[in-house]
């Protein structure tokens, strides 16, 4: 029997009682985002089923799977909207949008699943494809569906139909995908001018630069090196294109952190500075951490892994990792952030014999979403990427069962260009494994086997690790996006869980970047050697050519080894869980990266090569200080109405709406959420968990990142984020002697070229903050366990070319002795008010400074950035404080950070919907401007009950602390400098303004 | 013969998630818990009528794909049929937690019949406001309701963290049905409401009910009050210091948190019952 289609439509009845609550969404969405009325829009949903089930035989089951017999109505081979029962009106423009061949459509994998358990004769190669269609009814009559449909699509991934009233009603066709027949390998000729060697790397994409060109042509002049290819049976003095792609894989930026890695001639200009650094990461990170390492005993497994693995306590250890998704996130908002979450979630999977994910965090930098400048060509309005990427990490983390327990969105107008995804995971895993080997070692052995787990490979995710190592441009491929899918990937997670306790595995790590040339790549380095056969890997569409099976990044993909003993067990438990498993590769000890095709040997790396052949980048850096239009405040100022506008800036805003919508206590262990107090929409500082049942023994989450700072200076920005992290987990009452951090730059391209003329510059920036990072983590003892970096986040080039401010996200996570010994933001009654630091005249690249320059009341951001002279001094007060959280001294702290004092009273205010009158007079040459607005660090407000006042006072004697006032019965946050009142305002207002602007749902109707 | 410690069967796999802290927090009630593979169920490794009780854990459930909990309440109403009946049968307490809510109202065993006929009679869909959202409702109970878990219990808080919580029935009179059974076990009431008279059938505004649930229903019961199935998250409440304002209050050395009591009474009743 021949396949058919069958399609089948179902819509949502609506009327008493019922409600077409996807197509209100669209109604809502457009009015939010784009002023436009519709007084009605409906979904359809339909499916392509193409197997050998008879159309009849569909029909008849329609209720049983597609339509919910309750809610919604079906059709079998018929549009709906032709049904005049259902759809009495025509509507005035019917959009419908469906997948293009290839796309990963996870409605329809679902849906063929559903349907073998209703047919379960269907055929294997039965496929079913989705699409949703959208009637619009009673909208402005000047409205281009055009426009429209690309408000609804990504043409990247989607296709789209139009239908306007009165033609017939667009029928979406099921994706076929064309057939492609297997070719070999082709030998690519390098003998050949330089300009033809950059020619190649540029025309596939394979970012390697001139010199690394020359190290592979100089790798296949080798004699050894010919004789060894003559025995393997290939070309002798030419890559095969396997090859090639995968050292472009392994030597790109995003695998090797080149940058990071290189020799970096800095020159300061006005220091007279002139020195070389070899390796930042070496110099600045890893020597750091190497020396902290030598004091303490719980740093587990640092650097080599795929996250950093500490010792929590005598039976569990815990790991975290931050990974950025920016590239893939411009170009598809929602796959591209899905893919980072999800993807995240495999390297905490993948370190050590397998930890499991038990928390997420999400720090997004956005262009702003009310945009309403020009927009490059290629690059969508912030407001959808901020809808799209928040979309993607929402449903990559609720569908894996992984709360999100911190993060933070940030708005500036670079971030257009390229917005930043950083999406991070903490693991956990026991200790020992019940056969008692030690869970953070991976062990395998020459011979072990080596399987493929997970999803198929297909075209997607092509050229993910070196497209990720170039600016973004309009020409940027399609293939490039990949779009994951959480619930093969939490089928996966239980599998291979069970796997580790049963002591089946012997290494695994996660396909990522590069897949499996950079999976199968980095674990054979254990055993000096592999040997994959690419036939065996099972593929998503035939056709596909060695090399794009090799370095294609298809999602939800875990490469394991097993030992030949643990093989049928291992089997089992896959078909278990319905995962799918192939065996793919053995280790061995041959020195070789080696890859057959079937009998073929397609590729033969020496791995020392592979890994090691890379040159080093010689790079020029030269710092020279910004000239900046200082920031002049205003003359006579309202500052109780800047303290409304300022809480209404996007960076200081509430973003409820947005965050509520991320699970945050899956697995009933966040002791402190993202929102606290009286109405439970406070802000939270550091998440905490309390990760065993049963048990207050804690964990503490948090994040720091201060951007704008960079405009004046990078280190600045560097030392802003690490203590913005821990002074966020301090609040928390974290154990100050046992945190950990994690480092993860965003950076513009640092390298100079024409592309990049001030690249000097922007690696002088690099320098910077690196020696920042290293000074602040050594004072407050933090250890870089794992980071990351993004080099190239850049748009364009020459007079629109669109770089991002220097960025550097420090993510934090620590040790808490007892969850109930914490502390929130709000204010409780009755308490007395202390700062915590002193308040410095630090307002350049403030917020306030921005938001009064956007204004046209300040004419530039320059002047005094926050700085760190003295982290010894805030590490005093830190400890001290986290002692009388731990003691249950203070139950309520909020850091101060963007806004300064006033934003962060006015934060507490809210939180406990409670009054405060506070004076901000005291120690120090600040002004009032610099004692309100100003973002000076080392500052956390600090509230305390009047009988814990004295042993509050005796446990901060000798840190810096300034009594500031008490909590009011008022509904007012009066703020005074000496005896003038500078600041007076009701705290709904506080509450109207802070909660109002980035709510973006477009009511409730 | 009396069960003392009675047996747990937590499902999990394709995609169930909250099926780690439903097991340990029923061990906490005084329960043995396992977590087992619904497969384990299917193809007879396993075997139901060796458990007391059987909890369907919250999470995305094939991804909550053509609609939540219907993939895998097709794979329990085809395949695991028997097995359902005869616990029903042998007088075994049943709960739904969110996504097993939806399961449990997908295969037809809520609101049910005194024999499971699995047939869908409700059904659980988007939120009105088309958002999933995290966030702490206040409920309260029926205290006439057989349902065996939420004997003796007035108002709880918990959170609810669902995108698909709207329950609805086809028509007003099967509502009435079920409210005169006393199967409208729990609804959403206004924190504010005084204890013990929150419940109403009145239309309650976002986010009191989060979801726009007719009649403010957030769980139900069968009609013999041993299948429970509710969207909010009790177990995500076990202990006082999940609460979201436990730094408002004193720190105590008693941890459990009130949710607690909805898994004693289900470990209480098969100790009398079983």
């Not at chain 1, 917005?419 to 072990?448: A, F, Q, W």
């Not at chain 1, 397609?602 to 020392?608: A, D, R, S």
């Not at chain 1, 910077?768 to 407050?780: D, G, P, T």
Request: hydrophobic share 40%; aromatic share 8%.
């Amino acid at each position: 029997m021949a396949a058919n289609i069958v399609r089948i439509e179902v819509t949502p009845k609506v009327g008493s009682g019922f409600r077409d609550v996807r197509g209100d969404l669209i109604k809502r969405r457009l009015r939010a985002d784009h002023a436009i009325e519709f007084t009605q829009v409906r979904s359809v949903v339909g499916y392509l089923v193409k197997s050998e089930i008879s159309s009849e035989e569909i029909s008849d089951r329609v209720e049983d799977l597609f339509a919910d017999p309750i809610i919604e109505v079906g059709t079998t081979d018929a549009l709906i909207l032709n049904d005049k029962t259902l759809f009495a009106d025509s509507p005035e423009l019917v959009i419908s949008i469906g997948f293009k061949p290839g796309v990963t459509d996870n409605p329809g994998s679902a849906a063929l699943d559903g349907f073998r358990t209703i047919f379960p004769q269907t055929e294997s190669s039965a496929k079913v494809s989705t699409y949703l269609t959208y009637a619009f009814y009673g909208g402005p009559t000047d409205l281009d569906s055009n426009w429209l449909a690309g408000e609804l699509h990504n043409g990247l991934i989607e296709k789209v139909v139009i239908g306007i009233k009165g033609e017939t009603a667009p029928e979406i066709e099921f994706p076929e995908i064309g057939k492609i027949e297997y070719s070999a390998p082709k030998s690519i000729d390098l003998e050949v001018p330089d300009e033809e060697l950059i020619r190649i790397s540029n025309e596939g994409l394979l970012a390697l630069n001139l010199e690394e060109m020359h190290a592979i042509q100089a790798h296949y002049r080798d004699p050894e090196i010919r004789k060894a290819r003559a025995a393997a049976g290939l070309v002798v003095d030419a890559p095969t294109d396997v090859e090639l792609e995968c050292l472009a894989q392994t030597w790109s930026e995003h695998c090797k952190h080149k940058i990071f890695a290189a020799k970096i001639h800095h020159v300061d200009s006005e220091t007279d500075e002139d020195c070389t650094i070899d390796s930042l990461f070496k110099t600045h990170i890893m020597k750091p951490t190497f020396d902290m390492q030598a004091e303490v005993d719980w740093l587990l497994s640092i650097f080599h892994d795929n996250s950093g693995v500490i010792a929590w306590d005598d039976d569990w250890s815990i790991c975290m990792k931050a990974e950025t998704h920016n590239s893939p996130s411009a170009l598809d908002p929602f796959g591209g952030a899905m893919t980072g979450i999800v993807g995240v979630n495999r390297d905490i999977l993948g370190t050590g014999l397998g930890a499991r994910p038990i928390a997420n965090t999400d720090v997004f930098c956005f262009g702003p979403p009310d945009w309403q400048g020009d927009l490059p060509d290629n690059l969508f309005h912030p407001s959808r990427v901020l809808r799209g990427v928040h979309a993607g990490v929402r449903v990559g983390g609720n569908e894996s069962g992984i709360p999100t327990v911190n993060g933070a969105i940030v708005f500036d107008d670079r971030y257009i260009g390229k917005p930043l995804v950083y999406c991070g995971t903490i693991g956990m895993m026991p200790r020992h494994l019940p056969d008692g080997r030690e869970s953070h070692v991976k062990n395998p052995l020459p011979g072990d086997r080596v399987y493929m787990v997970g999803g198929k490979v297909g075209y997607d995710g092509i050229h993910g690790a070196t497209f990720s190592s170039l600016e973004l441009t309009e020409e940027s491929p399609s293939s490039a996006v990949q779009i994951g899918d959480p619930i093969t990937q939490k089928k996966m997670v239980d599998m291979i869980l069970e796997a580790r306790d049963a002591g089946l595995m012997t290494c695994i790590t996660d396909n990522g970047a590069g897949g499996l040339s950079s999976s199968i790549g980095e674990m054979a380095e254990y055993t000096n050697g592999c040997d994959i056969d690419l036939s065996k890997v099972p593929l998503k569409q035939e056709g596909l050519k060695a090399w794009e099976i090799l370095v294609s990044e298809s999602q939800e993909r875990m490469t394991v080894s097993v030992r030949e003993e643990d093989v049928p067990a291992f089997e089992q438990l896959a078909a278990l869980h319905e995962v799918e498993i192939s065996w793919v590769a053995c280790f061995t000890n041959s020195g070789l990266f080696h890859v057959r095709y079937g009998a073929d040997t397609v590729c033969q790396l020496p791995l020392e090569f592979l890994h090691d052949g890379v040159p080093q980048l010689q790079l020029e850096s030269e710092w020279k200080t910004p000239e900046l239009t200082p920031f002049l405040p205003p003359e006579n100022p309202d500052h109780s109405n800047l303290l409304i506008r300022m809480l209404a800036q996007p960076n200081i805003a509430s973003k409820e709406t947005w965050v509520r919508q991320y699970d945050h206590e899956v697995i009933a262990q966040t002791a402190v959420k993202p929102f606290v107090g009286v109405e439970r929409d406070g802000p939270g500082d550091a998440g905490v968990l309390a990760p065993i049942h049963g048990s207050t023994h804690g964990l503490v989450v948090s994040n720091g990142i201060a951007p704008r700072y960079s405009d004046i200076d990078a280190g600045a920005m560097a030392a802003a984020a690490v203590d913005e992290a821990v002074r966020n987990a301090v609040c928390a009452g974290v154990d100050m002697t046992k945190i950990a951090g994690l480092d993860n730059f965003c950076w513009p391209d640092p390298i100079e070229s024409e592309k990049t003329p001030d690249g000097r510059f922007k690696l002088a920036q690099l320098v910077r903050a690196n020696r920042e990072l290293e000074r602040v983590c050594r004072a407050y003892f933090v250890p870089c366990v794992s980071g990351k970096d993004s080099m190239k986040n850049d748009y364009g080039s020459g007079e629109g070319k669109i770089s991002i401010p220097p960025t550097l996200l420090f993510s934090l996570f620590g040790d808490h002795p007892d969850v109930r010994y914490t502390t929130t933001s709000d204010l409780k009654p009755g308490e007395s008010l202390y700062l915590v630091g002193t308040s410095k005249q630090e307002l350049g690249a403030s917020e306030l400074a921005f938001m009064l320059k956007a204004s046209g009341e300040a004419d530039g951001i320059g002047g005094e950035v926050p700085r760190l002279p003295d982290p010894e001094v805030k590490l005093q007060s830190y400890k001290s404080l986290t002692k009388a959280i731990q003691n249950g001294i203070v139950r309520t702290a909020h850091d101060c950070s963007e806004g300064g004092v006033a934003v962060a009273i006015a934060e507490m205010c809210i939180g406990g919907r409670c009054g405060a009158a506070i004076d901000v007079d005291g120690p120090g040459n600040a002004d009032l401007w610099g004692r309100l607005w100003g973002e000076s660090l080392g500052r956390i407000i600090v509230g305390v009950s009047q009988e814990n006042r004295p042993a509050f006072l005796e446990a901060l004697s000798g840190s810096e602390i300034m009594y500031l006032g008490e909590t009011t019965d008022s509904d007012h946050l009066l703020i005074y400098y000496g005896d003038d009142l500078v600041i007076e305002s009701k705290v709904e207002d506080l509450v109207n303004s802070w909660k109002g602007s980035l709510d973006m749902t477009g009511g409730d109707q | 013969m009396m069960v003392e410690i009675p047996k747990v069967a937590v499902l999990f796999g394709f995609g169930i998630n909250c099926d780690r802290e439903t097991a340990a927090i029923f061990e906490l009630a005084g329960a043995k818990s396992e977590r087992v593979h619904v497969n384990h169920f299917i193809n007879g490794d396993k075997d139901l009528s060796e458990y007391h009780i059987l909890a369907v854990p919250g999470g995305f459930s094939f991804g909550d794909h053509l609609g939540s909990g219907r993939l895998l309440g097709n794979r329990m109403r085809y395949a695991m049929r028997e097995q359902l009946t005869a616990f029903a049968a042998a007088g075994k307490p049943i709960i739904g937690i969110c996504n097993g809510f939806q399961v449990l109202v997908k295969t037809g065993l809520l609101p049910g019949r005194e024999i499971p006929d699995f047939e869908q009679r409700a059904s659980l869909t988007l939120n009105n406001s088309g958002r999933y959202e995290d966030r702490w409702i206040t409920l309260e109970f029926d205290s006439e309701s057989p349902c065996i878990w939420t004997k003796g219990i007035t108002r709880l808080e918990c959170p609810i963290r669902h995108g698909e919580g709207r329950f609805v029935m086809p028509n007003f009179e099967d509502l009435d049905t079920l409210d005169a059974n006393h199967q409208l076990v729990t609804r959403y009431v206004d924190p504010k409401s005084e204890v013990g008279a929150g419940i109403t059938d009145e239309e309650l505004p976002f986010p009191i009910c989060p979801n726009g649930s007719a009649r403010n229903i957030a769980g139900i019961c069968d009609p013999t009050g041993l299948i429970f199935g509710l969207m909010p998250h009790p177990e995500a409440a076990y202990a006082t210091f999940l609460h979201p304002q436990h730094t408002r209050n004193e720190i105590v050395e008693e941890i459990e948190g009130e949710c607690m009591k909805i898994f004693r009474n289900a470990v209480e009743y098969c100790q009398s019952n079983l």
